[in-house]
C-alpha cells in the first residue's frame, strides 16, 4: 500500500462540499431519535432514578458531541483511514479478546460485550464492524485483481472469521451478523466473482440451516422457541417480545401521540434501549414508523449515492460499508421489534440510548461525509 | 491517482442498494401492518387488560339519626392493607427474600397473622393482594410507621393501605335489632341497615385508572373518574332516650322473670303511629353482630347443646316485635269490645253474669276465677278480664262481623311499617270460622298476631278510632341534610267512631285504677291499658312444660292518649307468669320515665298527694335551728351531722320530693357529705309502708314507684333502683318499684 497522498502534502484537511442531503437525513433521524428516546425513557428514568430526564440529557450531550466530531471527521480525509487499518484491526483483535477475559460487570452472568474505560463503557463489537469496514476497503481498494482468486478470498474470510468468533463468543449474535454481512458485501462489491458468491450463499445458507436443525447454538436455539411461540412463556423468556407487540398493536394508524405510550411505563422492559421502536409504533403509529423507515431507506440510498460518487474505491467501499452497517442494523432492529426475526438483541440507529454508541455511530457518519466532501472536489 | 468505481461496482451497489431497500419496506410493513391492523385490536385490548384497572370508590354510607338527630350510625374510616407482588418478583433474588421477609415480619406483628401466612401472600403471582380489610387507624399508622422504619427496603413500594368505611354504632346495643347491621362490604344484613340499604349506601364511585408493570398508578392524564355519590341519611321517629328507657326496663324484666325467649317493647304515638322505640332483649352489639355473648356460648358449649352458633346469632338479630307473631290473649278484648260497643251490642253499664263455665256449641270454657265474677257490668267485666262475658259478646256480634272489624284493626295483613321481615298473622278465615273459632278468637287466643299489629291495632282503639299506618323512619336527609323525603302520618281508615273510642279509654283507665293491670298505674298519670296471659300451646306440648307469653299494652295520658306501649316477655320462668305481674309493671316503669320526658307534668290525687310528694326546701346557709323549724312543720324528719352551726350541705337536694316522714339529712361541716354511709337494705316484698319505715331507720329516702295502692290488694317491692348491700351517702333516695303479684289479666 503505498502512500498515494499527492494533493494534500501535510494536511488531511478535506476542504470539499460536503453532502447536505446526507447530512440532512442524519440529523432529521437523530432528532426524531432524541424525542422518541425522551418519551420512551421517561417513566423508567423516572421511577429507577427519580428523575425523567436522566436518559435524555445524556444522550442529548452525547449526540451535540457526536454531532460535532461527525462534523470534525468530514473535514479529515478519510484517506487516512487506509494507513491505520491494520493497527485498527489488530486494537480490535486485542479489545475482542480482553472483553473475554475481563469478568463482566453487569448482572447478566457470562455475556462479555462491554468494556469500560473510566465512567464510559462502549462494545469492542461496535469497533469491530468499523474495523472490518476499514480494512476490507482499504484491502479491496487497493486489490481489485486479487480478489478473484481464491486463496486471497480465503484470506480475507480468515480475517473476517477471527472477528465473527471473539464476536460469537461474547455472546452477541446479532453483532456476528453484521459483521458477517458487512465484510461479504464488501467483498461483493469490491469485485467477488460472481460464481463464487452463488457458491458461498448456497454454502452460507446451508450451514445456518445446519446449525438451528442441530441446535448447535442453544443460546440461539431458546430464542428460537420463544420467537415462534411468545406467548409459551409470556411471563418469562416471551415477555419482551410480547411486551413490545402490544406496544406496536396499541399504536394503530395514527397512535396515541407523543408522549401517550403506555407500555412504556415498565411494560416493555428497558424501553429506551433495543425495543425503543415498540414505543415509536405506539406513539407515532403505523405512519409515523412509515416515515421512519422510509427516513432509513433514504439514508441508504443517499450514503450508497455517495460511494458511487466517490473520487476513489476506498471512499466508495467505505461509504458502502459504514451506510449498509447503519441500514442493516435498523432492518434487522426492527425485525426483532415486531418478532419477525428471534430476538438477537440489536439497537436502533440514532434512537437506542447509549451515549458512546451514538458517538462512534455520529463518527461513521462523518466519515461518509468526509467522503462526499472528496467527491465533490473531485467534480468542481 | 484514485481509480473510481467500476461500472461492475456500480451494479453490485445499485443491486445491494435496491435489495436493502427493498426488503427493508416490504418486510417491515408488511409485518407492521399485521401488527398494528390486523391484530391491533387485539395487542390493544390485551394492552388494555393489563395496563387499565377499575376501582369502586365506595360512598360513605347515610348516617343514622334518631328523632332528636342524636347519631345512632355512621360511619367511621377503616383501612385495606394489600400487597403488590409482581412488584416484588421483579427484584433481584436476593432482595426478593429479603422484602418478603421484612414484610411478613411486620405483618405477623402487627396485623394478628401468623408469618408464614403472610410469607405466602408476597408470593403470589399476580399483583395485587388485599391482604386485611376494615383495620383501624391505629393498626395502619402502626403499619405506617413500620413502612418508613424499613425505608431502605423501599417497602412503601409493594405495601399499600386504602381507605374504606366501616359501619359504627355509637351507642352499642341500643336499638340494635332496629338497626340491624352490615356485613364486610358495608352491605345492610338486617334491620333498617337492610331495608333501607339502597337509600343508605348511595353510589359507588369508580375510577378507571392505568398502572405501571409495578402496579403504580401512572400519570393523572389516564384516570377517569366518577365521583362517588353519598348516600342518603335516616332520621328515625325513634327517640333515643325514650328507646334507653324501654330497653333498660325491659331487660330488667326479662332478666328477672327469666324469661327464656326474650322480650320484646314498642313504644308508639297513638296519634300517628310513629314508633318512639322498639325494643327487644336479648339482642346484639351491631359493632360485633358476628360475636357470641357469653351467655350464648355457654349454651353452644353445653354438652347437650341442641343450638348451632347460626341459630343463636339468629335469634339474636331477629326483631321480636315484628318478625314473630304470637296469640294476644286478654290484650285483645280491647278490640272485642271495641266491635260490640260500635255496632251498639251492648253498654259499659249493661250487666252479665258470669257463672265460672260457658258452653258454646258444646265446647266449654272455663273463667280464670274460680266460681264466676258473678253479676257484673260490662265495664266491670273488662276490669276481672272475663272471658265469659266475652265469649257472650262475641257470639252476639257474629263471625261476620267479627271478621269484617278484625280486618279493619289490620290484623289480616302485614301493618307495612318500614322494617324487613314483619311476619304475617295467623287467623281463622271468615269461611273456616265456626262459633267455637268465634269464642276463642274473642277473648284473643287461636290466631296469632305480631306485636307490631297488635300495637297499631289497640291504639285505633283509643285514639278515635283511626288506625294509623306505623312507622320508623321520619325523614331521608341528604348529605347536606336537605330533606329529601318526608314521611307524614298515614291514616289507613276509621275502624271504629270518637264515642266508642272515649268508652273503650274509661274502661282501660279502670282496668289499671281497679283491675288487673293495676300495676301499670304511675302516680300522677291517668295511665290506660289492659294485661293479657297467653299459653304457647303447641310449645308447650313440644317441651312438656306450660310456656306462657305474658303481655301489656298501656297508653297515656288515657283522657288523651299519646303514648302507647306494648310489653311482651316470652317465656317468663319467675314467681309469676301473668301479664298483670310480669309485663304490666314493666309498662309502668317506661311511661313514670317517659312522660315527664314527653313534657308532661304530674297531676296527683288528693289520695296521692296525701302520702306523696313533700318539696325539700333550701336549707343551706340556713342556721340548725330555723332548718329544725322549717322541717317540722312540711312533716319530715331532720338529721344533722357535725357539730357547727351553719348548714352546708344537704341531702336531698332543694327541689327534690320526699314522702311524709321522710329524713333529711344535713351537715354542718365541710365535705360531710358522703362521709357518712350507709348499705342499702333489701325492700323485696315489702309493702310500702315496711319499706318506708326500713328506710328512715337507716337514714334513706325512698321513692315510690308503680303500683302502691291497689283497693284491698297488697302490693309489694319487687326491685328497687340500687341493689341491697350497696353504701351509699346517708340521705340518698332509693327508688323502689311495687306491684301486686296476685294480678293476674
Known amino acids: 500500500m503505498p502512500a498515494k497522498k499527492i494533493k494534500n502534502k501535510t494536511s488531511f484537511i478535506q476542504s470539499g462540499k460536503l453532502d447536505i442531503t446526507f447530512l440532512s437525513l442524519v440529523l432529521i433521524l437523530l432528532s426524531i431519535g432524541l424525542v422518541m428516546l425522551f418519551s420512551a425513557s421517561y417513566a423508567y428514568s423516572y421511577t429507577y432514578y427519580g428523575n425523567s430526564y436522566r436518559f435524555i440529557s445524556r444522550q442529548a450531550l452525547f449526540a451535540i458531541i457526536g454531532v460535532a466530531i461527525m462534523l470534525g471527521v468530514s473535514k479529515i480525509d478519510y484517506g487516512i483511514l487506509k494507513k491505520l487499518s491494520w493497527v485498527i484491526y489488530a486494537v480490535t483483535i486485542a479489545m475482542l479478546v480482553v472483553v473475554l477475559i475481563i469478568p463482566p460487570m453487569s448482572a447478566e452472568l457470562n455475556v462479555h460485550r462491554w468494556l469500560y474505560i473510566g465512567s464510559f463503557s462502549f462494545q469492542p463489537s461496535e469497533i469491530a464492524k468499523f474495523s472490518i469496514i476499514v480494512l476490507f476497503s482499504a484491502w479491496l481498494a487497493a486489490n481489485s485483481e486479487k480478489i478473484k482468486k481464491l486463496r486471497y478470498v480465503a484470506w480475507l474470510l480468515l480475517l473476517l472469521a477471527i472477528v465473527c468468533v471473539l464476536v460469537v463468543r461474547e455472546p452477541h449474535l446479532s453483532a456476528t451478523i453484521l459483521i458477517f454481512a458487512l465484510g461479504i458485501v464488501l467483498m461483493v462489491v469490491g469485485g467477488l466473482k460472481l460464481r463464487w458468491i452463488l457458491i458461498g450463499g448456497g454454502v452460507g445458507i446451508g450451514g445456518i440451516v445446519a446449525l438451528i436443525l442441530t441446535g448447535a447454538i442453544s443460546y440461539g436455539s431458546d430464542r428460537i422457541k420463544y420467537w415462534l411461540d411468545p406467548w409459551a412463556d409470556a411471563t418469562g423468556l416471551g415477555y419482551q417480545t410480547i411486551q413490545s407487540l402490544l406496544a406496536i398493536g396499541s399504536g394503530g394508524v395514527l397512535g396515541r401521540g407523543i408522549g401517550q405510550s403506555r407500555q412504556k411505563y415498565l411494560w416493555v422492559p428497558e424501553p429506551h434501549n433495543d425495543f425503543i421502536f415498540s414505543i415509536v409504533c405506539e406513539e407515532l403509529g403505523l405512519i409515523g414508523a412509515m416515515v421512519i423507515i422510509v427516513l432509513f431507506c433514504a439514508l441508504v440510498w443517499r450514503g450508497f449515492t455517495i460511494a458511487m460518487r466517490s473520487k476513489d474505491r476506498f471512499g466508495t467501499l467505505l461509504a458502502i460499508g459504514l451506510t449498509f452497517q447503519v441500514g442493516m442494523q435498523a432492518i434487522l432492529n426492527i425485525l426483532v421489534v415486531t418478532n419477525t426475526i428471534p430476538n438477537t438483541g440489536i439497537s436502533l440507529p440514532f434512537f437506542s440510548y447509549g451515549g458512546t454508541a451514538l458517538v462512534i455511530l455520529l463518527a461513521e457518519m462523518g466519515i461518509v461525509l468526509s467522503v462526499s466532501r472528496g467527491s465533490s472536489i473531485e467534480k468542481v | ?745
Not at chain 2, 34 to 50: F, H, R
Not at chain 2, 164 to 171: E, V
Not at chain 2, 245 to 263: C, H, M, P, W
Not at chain 2, 290 to 311: H, P, Q
Open chain 2, 1 to 745: 491517482m484514485a481509480v473510481k468505481a467500476s461500472k461492475m461496482m456500480i451494479k453490485r451497489i445499485i443491486f445491494i442498494m435496491l435489495a436493502v431497500v427493498i426488503l427493508f419496506v416490504s418486510v417491515t410493513s408488511v409485518r407492521l401492518v399485521q401488527i398494528m391492523i390486523i391484530d391491533g385490536e387485539k395487542m390493544q385490548s390485551l394492552a388494555s387488560e393489563q395496563q387499565l384497572y377499575d376501582t369502586l370508590v365506595t360512598a360513605p354510607r347515610g348516617n343514622i339519626y334518631d328523632s332528636e338527630m342524636n347519631l345512632i350510625a355512621t360511619s367511621d374510616t377503616a383501612y385495606t392493607v394489600y400487597i403488590t407482588p409482581n412488584s416484588i418478583n421483579s427484584l433481584e433474588e436476593k432482595k426478593q427474600v429479603k422484602v418478603r421477609e421484612a414484610i411478613a415480619k411486620g405483618f405477623s406483628e402487627i396485623l394478628d397473622m401468623d408469618y408464614e401466612t403472610a410469607y405466602g401472600y408476597t408470593e403470589k403471582k399476580t399483583y395485587y393482594v388485599i391482604v386485611k380489610k376494615r383495620i383501624d387507624k391505629p393498626t395502619a399508622d402502626k403499619i405506617r410507621t413500620y413502612l418508613s422504619d424499613n425505608s431502605d427496603l423501599k417497602l412503601a413500594k409493594y405495601v399499600g393501605i386504602d381507605e374504606t368505611t366501616k359501619r359504627y354504632y355509637p351507642n352499642q346495643n341500643l336499638a340494635s335489632v332496629l338497626l340491624g347491621f352490615v356485613g364486610d362490604d358495608n352491605q345492610g344484613l338486617s334491620g333498617l341497615e337492610n331495608y333501607y340499604d339502597r337509600t343508605l349506601t348511595g353510589v359507588a364511585g369508580r375510577v378507571v385508572a392505568a398502572k405501571n408493570a409495578l402496579g403504580a398508578d401512572m400519570p393523572f392524564s389516564y384516570q377517569v373518574v366518577e365521583e362517588a355519590k353519598q348516600g342518603n341519611s335516616l332520621v328515625l321517629t325513634v327517640d333515643s332516650y325514650i328507646q334507653h328507657i324501654a330497653e333498660k326496663y325491659l331487660e330488667q324484666a326479662v332478666e328477672a322473670n327469666k324469661a327464656s325467649d326474650r322480650g320484646a317493647c314498642i313504644v308508639m304515638n297513638v296519634n300517628t303511629g310513629a314508633v318512639l322505640a322498639m325494643a327487644v332483649k336479648g339482642d346484639f352489639n351491631p359493632n360485633e353482630p358476628f360475636t357470641l355473648t357469653e351467655e350464648d356460648k355457654a349454651l353452644l358449649e353445653a354438652e347437650d347443646s341442641k343450638y348451632t352458633v347460626n341459630e343463636l346469632l339468629n335469634k339474636r338479630w331477629r326483631n321480636k316485635a315484628v318478625s314473630d307473631t304470637y296469640e294476644p290473649g286478654s290484650v285483645f278484648k280491647i278490640m272485642t269490645a271495641s266491635m260490640v260497643l260500635e255496632e251498639d251490642l251492648t253498654s259499659l253499664t249493661n250487666t252479665y253474669n258470669c257463672g265460672y263455665t260457658i258452653y258454646v256449641a258444646g265446647q266449654i270454657y272455663h273463667c280464670h276465677k274460680r266460681g264466676g265474677h258473678g253479676l257484673q257490668t260490662f265495664k266491670q267485666a273488662m276490669v276481672n278480664s272475663c272471658n265469659p262475658t266475652f265469649i257472650t259478646v262475641g257470639q252476639l256480634l257474629g263471625v261476620s262481623k267479627f271478621s269484617k272489624y278484625f280486618e279493619a284493626f289490620g290484623l289480616t295483613k302485614k301493618t307495612g311499617i318500614d322494617l324487613p321481615g314483619e311476619a304475617s298473622p295467623v287467623y281463622h278465615k271468615q269461611a273456616n270460622m265456626g262459633p267455637t273459632e268465634l269464642a276463642s278468637s274473642s277473648f284473643g287466643q287461636t290466631f296469632k298476631v305480631s306485636a307490631i299489629q297488635l300495637i297499631t291495632a289497640a291504639s285505633a282503639a283509643v285514639n278515635g278510632g283511626y288506625l294509623y299506618q306505623p312507622y320508623v323512619v321520619e325523614k331521608i336527609i341528604d348529605s347536606d341534610n336537605n330533606v329529601v323525603k318526608s314521611v307524614q302520618a298515614n291514616v289507613k281508615r276509621q275502624v271504629i267512631s270518637e264515642s266508642t273510642s272515649t268508652k273503650l279509654r274509661e274502661m282501660l283507665k279502670a282496668v289499671v285504677n281497679d283491675g288487673g293491670a293495676s300495676n301499670a298505674y304511675v302516680a300522677g298519670y291517668g295511665v290506660g291499658g289492659k294485661t293479657g296471659t297467653s299459653e304457647k300451646v303447641a310449645e308447650s306440648q313440644a317441651s312438656g312444660e306450660r310456656l306462657y307469653i305474658a303481655s301489656f299494652i298501656g297508653f297515656a295520658p288515657i283522657d288523651d292518649p299519646e303514648i302507647a306501649v306494648l310489653i311482651m316477655i316470652d317465656e317468663p320462668h319467675g314467681s309469676s307468669h301473668f301479664g298483670g305481674a310480669v309485663a304490666a309493671p314493666v309498662g309502668a316503669e317506661i311511661l313514670e320515665d317517659v312522660l315527664p320526658y314527653l313534657g308532661y307534668e304530674p297531676q296527683y290525687t288528693e289520695e296521692e298527694l296525701k302520702n306523696f310528694a313533700i318539696k325539700v326546701p333550701n336549707l343551706i346557709d340556713s342556721s340548725v335551728s330555723d332548718a329544725k323549724n322549717e322541717i317540722s312543720k312540711l312533716g319530715l324528719k331532720l338529721r344533722i351531722i357535725g357539730s357547727g352551726d351553719t348548714i352546708k350541705t344537704q341531702l336531698p337536694a332543694h327541689g327534690e320530693s320526699l314522702y311524709k316522714d321522710g329524713t333529711v339529712i344535713v351537715y354542718t361541716e365541710d365535705g360531710g357529705a358522703g362521709e357518712s354511709t350507709v348499705s342499702v337494705p333489701n325492700f323485696n316484698g315489702m309493702t310500702p309502708a315496711e319499706a318506708n319505715n326500713t328506710a328512715s331507720s337507716n337514714g334513706l329516702n325512698i321513692k315510690y314507684s308503680g303500683n302502691i295502692s291497689s283497693g284491698t290488694r297488697i302490693t309489694k317491692a319487687y326491685d328497687q333502683d340500687i341493689a341491697y348491700g350497696t353504701e351509699v351517702a346517708v340521705g340518698t333516695t332509693i327508688t323502689v318499684y311495687f306491684r301486686d303479684e296476685s294480678s293476674t289479666d
